[in-house]
């Protein structure tokens, strides 16, 4: 199947950005649509309570939103974000120290694992008055899974057990809080720092269980676990004994696994895979974690069951210190890895890539208990 992806720079106020993405959108009829659906069971009372919300934790996201809806002349309420994000995805993430990689500077390496018709299939460079400039890729416009800051903080995520959503089909959230796409783009935009991230999110209302994965340009990485309103941290830096942090779709901290003591035999295989790829490593490169990223599952952690939500919409590796994100589309080599600086002017680009599609197997779907070993 063939897919456009694009590219794009974003800058000025929040509405002004908003109002941006409203006229971009109302010339795709199929796009406007699907902003424009809304989401049932919205009433004026939970609109009330999540524009609250954006606005205590997600300072500019009320604003965009308005932009957004007087260019497409809709009720805010109505556009789908709106709704998702008030309250999907199986990815691979790894976090290395300087120690651990041949040009002496972090790295962060991530796959993100869904279905392509979910997918924006769209880098964004966004620069908000007031705000640190950041390049990562969308979801609904407006959020972000992942990127990196001109302040050197990426920023990456995967679930943490089931997805918690909107919709009927996902785990139903059991607190009112914020998707992970807002609580990303809000990092991403007001924090320079691990250390300013985790203050951040401190108190904030995640509804969404995750595992968050920060790291900055001086070496320090965390990793945060949520679920189902508990929260978990570990924070290592230079010169500490271990290196690297990973992470699939369970949780991974002792605090937190006694709450959801089993994972999916796809999160688990994948999670042990990674551990014995890099124990003992030394002089990794972006190189190296690329090939971890598309080598294929199980003995990789790339996949294209994309009718299962198993497939990898995008790969990429982060180095925050360098300025740079290296992107590959669609879990193909031959979709090519891109280059972009945060540095650099984003381009307004549309290009199309392949994906393929496996069959799901049903041994990948199984439920484990973590105390039992990966399969070889």
Known sequence: MKIKTR????SGSNYEIGAALGRMTAAIPQLKALHTAGLPGLDADAAERASAL??????????????FADALQVPVTQIIYYGMTYLRPNCSQIALLPALTESGRPLLARNYEFSHEAEDFTLVKTRVKGKYAHLGTSV???????GFNESGLAVTMSSCGFPVGA?????????????????????LENCQNVREALDYTAEMPIAYNLNLMLLDRTGNIALVETLDGRRAVKHISRGEGEQYLCA?????????????????????????????RLAGAGAVTSKDLQEMLLAPYPDGLCCHCFREFLGTTKSMVIDP???????????RRENGW?????????AFTENEIEISFDRFKPEMGEYVPLDVPAKT
């Not at 901290?253 to 035999?265: D, F, G, N, S, V």
């Open 7 to 10: 590219t794009i720079e974003l």
């Open 54 to 67: 954006f606005s205590q934790w997600c300072p500019g996201l009320n604003e965009e939103l308005q932009g």
């Open 140 to 146: 609904l416009h407006f959020g972000r899974d992942d």
């Open 167 to 187: 919709l009927a089909a996902m785990r139903k959230p059991k607190l009112a809080g914020l998707q992970f796409w807002a609580v990303i783009r809000t990092l």
């Open 248 to 276: 699939t779709n369970h949780p991974v901290l002792p605090e937190l696994i006694p709450y959801e003591p089993k994972a999916m035999r796809h999160s688990w295989q994948r999670y042990e895979w990674i551990r014995g």
């Open 321 to 331: 210190a360098g300025g740079t994100i290296e992107l590959c589309w669609g879990g």
């Open 338 to 346: 891109h280059k972009y600086s945060i540095q650099a002017p984003l």
